[in-house]
């Protein structure tokens, strides 16, 4: 059970980071500052990691208690 509530730990932490990313590549985008497009191109999997990782971590959440 400890190796799975560190896994989805982890997917929101990498999930977080890409987040981050992507606001930070559409903003320099908006001021009209070229910049790298991949957080952009791969928004729909980094979201999807970030969901996998936040309800993988409240289901184990709610089984401990």
């Known amino acids: 059970m400890h190796f799975l509530k560190l ?3 982890v997917l929101v932490i990498i999930g977080l ?5 992507r606001l930070v590549t559409v903003a320099l985008k908006f001021a009209g ?3 790298t497009t991949f957080f952009v191109d791969y928004s729909i999997p980094s979201l999807g990691i970030l969901l996998v990782g936040a309800l993988g971590s409240w289901f184990i959440d709610k089984r401990e208690k």
Do not use: D, K
């Open 7 to 9: 896994f989805f730990n």
């Open 33 to 35: 500052i070229e910049f």
């Open 17 to 21: 980071i890409l987040l981050v990313a």
